[in-house]
């Protein structure tokens, strides 16, 4: 899936992304106002990150599914779509994070 506005783009995640979404990730507010995000965020954490949703991609039912907020030709964040099953309850959540403006792409 991809969607294409005059602002962003909307796309799958590519291997190529790793040092972008490294990059643009590693930031304390992010960090601060999310569960899963480590700070600092380092190269390694976005290639294990990024291994893990290619993987999700090419299952038929994936728990999780993110796509890569792409502005001028970099990524700036992710939009999600997660599914948690914690005792008897299910929930989905539907998010997105990244760093969009204060980077200067």
């Given at each position: 899936m991809i969607i294409i506005t005059k602002s962003f783009i909307l796309r799958p995640f590519k291997q190529s992304d790793v040092k972008n979404?490294?990059?643009?990730?590693?930031?304390?507010?992010?960090?601060?106002?999310?569960?899963?995000?480590?700070?600092?965020?380092?190269?390694?954490?976005?290639?294990?990150?990024?291994?893990?949703?290619?993987?999700?991609?090419?299952?038929?039912?994936?728990?999780?599914?993110?796509?890569?907020?792409?502005?001028?030709?970099?990524?700036?964040?992710?939009v999600s779509l997660m599914e948690y099953r914690v005792v008897i309850k299910q929930r989905l959540d539907i998010g997105w994070r990244g760093n969009i403006g204060s980077r200067g792409l």
């Amino acid at each position: 899936m991809i969607i294409i506005t005059k602002s962003f783009i909307l796309r799958p995640f590519k291997q190529s992304d790793v040092k972008n979404l490294a990059k643009n990730i590693n930031d304390k507010t992010i960090y601060n106002n999310t569960l899963h995000i480590p700070y600092p965020y380092k190269l390694k954490d976005a290639k294990e990150w990024l291994a893990k949703t290619v993987q999700q991609y090419r299952k038929k039912k994936p728990r999780n599914f993110h796509l890569a907020i792409e502005i001028k030709g970099g990524v700036v964040g992710c939009v999600s779509l997660m599914e948690y099953r914690v005792v008897i309850k299910q929930r989905l959540d539907i998010g997105w994070r990244g760093n969009i403006g204060s980077r200067g792409l």
